[in-house]
């Protein structure tokens, strides 16, 4: 079924069946989709003052300093590796390394190291958010990728910092943040299943076989942000409940003059979803929010061209705090105290979302 189709079914099947309630009714969360979860909407001044936590600063100065050649094996690779290490171990945060070796065309045996961090180990859930942090190998080219994907990983190490406050508040909340900065995303040769992603493909495999992946309600995946043009779609139907929380925050946060912009980066138009870090864990039926911009980065995606000077950090500021908003939402509502079943019409949303995607169907399992 064309993508396209199924966002209309699955829109007018949520508002027929909910009675034209909030789409907050519709926000599943965890594997299979068999969990709900509603937080409490931000009030207006919540939100203004939210919007005054920013440090643009830092955001400029994090970004010159992972927008380098990071081909895995380089100094610089390893350099960005370290500097995003120290910068969350500096804010309280408990960081892993998932380290494994691979085979790669050109380069051989290479190292890979997937980061994961997160700031509460007593969470039971996790809103995990991700970026990849290597850069593409081209012969002979100096590419340094800044919109892929070095202002991701510097959008979500300026949210560690500008939030240090509220998210060490949250420490003992039973719903906890989780980052992932995956390496060897980026194809040495020729793209394909194997050649790719193997970052997150091991990390995937690896919290699957742990029973990690249950304890993920939602994993939001940032790429090629940064453009000053870019443009946001809803690439999954099973999470476009999400996406237009989004698309509302924006909307507020513009209604009361807290964005300076006089455009819409987050726009309810779906678009086919393309391959990136979220496929394996899809493939585990862990929902997925797919946030990789479009139009004007894929210029200069993947050409020297994608350097530090082409980011325009005035429209990246702007989508840091939608995304900031979002995040503190997420976390500010106490959790439900044990999951619950889908009522029979979000089942049955959750089961056309996995149909459109290939997945299996979702069994009706009682979470804990």
Same mark, same amino acid.
């Given at each position: ?6 966002y209309?079914?699955?829109i ?19 594997r ?7 937080p ?15 440090d643009?600063?830092?955001?400029r100065?994090?970004v010159?300093?992972?927008a380098v ?29 998932d380290i ?19 700031l ?31 202002v ?9 910092r500008?939030?240090?406050k509220q ?5 003992? =909340?039973? $719903?906890?943040? #989780? *980052? /992932?900065?995956f390496?060897?995303?980026? !194809?040495?040769? %020729? ?29 939001v ?28 925050l ?20 779906a678009?086919?979803d ?15 929010l797919?946030?990789?911009?479009e139009?004007?980065?894929?210029q ?19 989508? =840091?705090? $939608?995304?900031? #908003? *979002? /995040? ?5 509502? !106490?959790?439900? %105290? ?10 049955l ?12 169907l ?7």
């Open positions: 079924m064309p993508v396209a189709k199924t209309v079914i699955s007018c099947l949520a508002l027929l069946l909910t009675g034209a309630h909030s789409f907050k009714e519709v926000l599943i969360v965890g299979n989709g068999t969990m709900r979860y509603e409490a909407l931000l009030t207006l001044e919540q939100m203004r003052t939210f919007a005054e936590l920013s643009p600063e830092h955001l100065q994090t010159h300093r992972l050649r990071r081909v895995v094996g380089t100094p610089g690779h390893a350099a960005v590796r370290d500097f995003i290490i120290d910068s969350l171990r500096a804010l309280g945060w408990h960081v892993n390394l494994f070796n691979g085979q790669v065309p050109i380069l051989g045996s290479v190292t890979f190291h997937n980061i994961v961090a997160k509460s180990c007593k969470a039971r859930r996790y809103l995990m958010l991700g970026c990849h942090y290597d850069s593409k190998y081209l012969a002979r080219s100096e590419y340094v990728g800044a919109t892929d994907a070095a991701s990983c510097a959008l979500m190490l300026n949210m560690a500008v939030l240090q998210l060490r508040a949250l420490r003992q =909340a039973q $719903i906890g943040l #989780l *980052f /992932v900065f390496d060897g995303t980026e !194809a040495i040769g %020729s793209w394909s299943d194997e050649e790719s992603l193997y970052g997150s493909r091991h990390l995937a495999d690896l919290m699957y076989e742990r029973g990690l992946l249950d304890g993920i309600d939602l994993f995946l940032l790429d090629r942000v940064g453009a000053k043009d870019m443009s946001f779609f809803s690439h999954i139907p099973r999470t476009v409940g999400w996406f237009q929380r989004l698309v509302q924006e909307q507020k946060l513009s209604k009361a003059g807290l964005l300076k912009a006089q455009r819409s980066y987050f726009q309810f138009i678009r086919d393309p391959r990136d870090d979220h496929v394996p864990f899809l493939r585990r039926q862990v929902p997925v797919h946030l990789t911009a139009e004007s980065s894929t200069v995606w993947h050409k020297v061209t994608d350097v530090e000077g082409r980011v325009d950090y005035g429209s990246t500021e702007q989508v =840091a705090l $939608i995304v900031r #908003l *979002f /995040v503190l939402e997420y976390l500010l509502s !106490a959790p439900s %105290s044990s999951g619950q079943l889908l009522p029979p019409c979000l089942a949303l959750s089961t056309l979302a996995a149909l459109s995607l290939s997945l299996p979702p069994l009706p399992l009682r979470l804990s």
